[in-house]
């Protein structure tokens, strides 16, 4: 049993007393109580559990306590009014509404029949009329469709016949793209090989290592390989992004191509549609909506836009092709001058390098010559000297002997005076011929310092004819031909 209208501080919504059982009627059975809080709601007011029909149709009769009541005496509640059926509180229809509700039916139903008698025959006209409009309409709109494959077959054809050339363009313009990078590639042989000449003539030695004109045109050999080799790849590079130019116009073309052949087969698709085909539907509101981006002025200046831009890709792709050819003719006439010249060079100075070392080898000769002849003369002025040396001590030995006689015979005679005078004369004929023993050892000397000067810079010569005629020459011996420096493998 649900308590509803009362508030929660009522006295049966608090707790329950205990009372004397005995005091209660004994036929009467106690009633289960639920004790729970509901919203106060007025009689008849729709709730949320209107629906219900039982839910107020019952009210617990039950008899409180005797203390309970006594104490509840001087606070009456008000009484719970709950209603019975909802439907008992609203009146029905009276008998005028229905009488009157069967005679406006009836007049209805005559005044529909007679505008429907009217408007079957106003329908008839109209189906006719209606019937011969849909047909002209749709004889104009095949031929309308006729029209437009008819201009998508004649784009179709240009698009196709641009597409194609510009393909072959850009087939001849990936074949020169691929000569300029074996071009290019080429010179890396004789570029490198100009390097190592320059790296192994640093290794000269002494006065030998002179800015001459093989390394004036080695220097410029390698600025032109390189420059050669640079511009080949810049106009490679420039050819690269000419196809990516190429290839956007080429995707123009294949995309228009492809929405002409979308769009022919859905107008021929359309186009042959007849009234009993099997594949119409009802596509409601399709008519309403305009999903169109481009009028026919627009959609033909589309495509010649496409053509227009194609053709001015080819022309770009053309001038570069004649640029490519026109490069690598001139790049090739002049690597091939310069290599020649660079040659000469090195052939001019290895004879000159050559006719050096030869004088150098015949000085030496020479020196070897002198030298020899030095050492004879050295070894017999050793000997004259140490020929020289008897005769003065015999010269010295008898003036100390005479120089014992005693008083007066201590006489300065010719003998006396002659002896004096040997020992003189042969002194001094020795220290004239040590002075020429000197002299000749110091010429000697300084012929052996010539010998070896001529032998370091014999030394030098052979080292750098070794540099420049066997290792650089032997390096240049090849060349690449003229169709190789042209791009052709």
């Not at 005091?23 to 709730?47: D, K, N």
């Not at 229905?98 to 109209?126: C, I, P, T, V, Y």
């Not at 290019?184 to 320059?198: K, T």
């Not at 007066?408 to 005679?413: I, P, S």
Request: proline share 4%; charged share 25%.
């Amino acid at each position: 049993m649900e308590f509803l209208g009362i508030p929660q501080t009522a006295s049966y919504c608090s707790t329950r007393k205990s009372c004397d059982l005995s005091t209660l009627p004994p036929a009467v059975q106690t009633p289960v109580i639920q004790e729970s809080y509901q919203p106060f709601y007025l009689p008849g007011y729709r709730y949320l559990n209107s629906w219900r029909p039982s839910l107020f149709c019952k009210v617990a009769n039950v008899q409180t306590c005797p203390d309970e009541a006594t104490m509840n005496r001087s606070t009456l509640r008000p009484p719970t009014i709950l209603p019975v059926l909802r439907s008992a509180l609203f009146s029905r229809y009276s008998p005028q509404d229905w009488d009157r509700s069967n005679q406006l039916q009836l007049r209805g139903a005559e005044a529909s029949r007679l505008w429907a008698g009217r408007l079957m025959g106003d329908s008839m006209r109209l189906m006719q009329d209606k019937d011969q409009l849909t047909r002209q309409m749709q004889e104009g709109t095949c031929r309308n469709l006729g029209q437009r494959l008819s201009d998508i077959s004649f784009w179709k054809s240009e698009l196709g016949y641009e597409l194609e050339r510009l393909l072959t363009e850009n087939h001849s313009l990936e074949t020169v793209k691929r000569r300029l990078e074996c071009a290019a590639d080429e010179v890396n042989c004789p570029f490198q090989a100009a390097l190592e000449c320059l790296y192994h003539r640093e290794k000269r030695i002494g006065i030998d290592l002179v800015h001459d004109n093989v390394e004036k045109n080695l220097l410029q050999e390698v600025d032109l390989l390189k420059c050669c080799q640079e511009q080949l790849r810049k106009l490679a590079q420039r050819i690269d992004i000419q196809m990516r130019d190429n290839r956007d116009a080429q995707h123009a073309l294949e995309r228009d191509l492809e929405g002409k052949s979308s769009a022919q087969f859905i107008d021929e698709k359309c186009f042959n549609l007849r009234n009993t085909s099997d594949s119409i539907s009802f596509f409601h509101g399709m008519e309403k909506v305009d999903g169109t981006v481009s009028v026919p002025e627009t959609w033909a200046k589309f495509s010649n836009d496409n053509i227009r831009h194609s053709q001015n890709m080819r022309a770009n792709s053309i001038r570069l092709r004649e640029e490519a050819e026109h490069l690598l003719e001139s790049l090739s006439d002049q690597m091939w001058k310069q290599f020649t010249n660079t040659n000469l060079a090195f052939n001019a100075r290895i004879a000159e390098v050559t006719d050096v070392k030869n004088k150098l080898q015949t000085q030496l000769a020479k020196t070897l010559q002198e030298i020899f002849q030095a050492e004879n003369t050295i070894m017999l002025l050793e000997r004259a000297i140490m020929a020289k040396e008897c005769p003065l001590k015999v010269a010295q030995t008898r003036l100390e002997c005479r120089t014992r006689r005693p008083n007066v015979e201590l006489c300065r005679d010719i003998p006396q005076f002659k002896l004096v005078n040997e020992v003189f004369t042969i002194d001094d004929t020795l220290q004239t011929l040590k002075l020429r023993l000197r002299e000749t050892q110091d010429t000697l000397q300084l012929l052996v310092m010539t010998k070896s000067r001529l032998e370091h810079e014999l030394a030098i010569k052979a080292n750098t004819l070794c540099i420049d005629k066997e290792k650089c020459m032997g390096m240049r011996k090849t060349f690449p031909s003229t169709p190789r420096l042209v791009g052709y493998t």
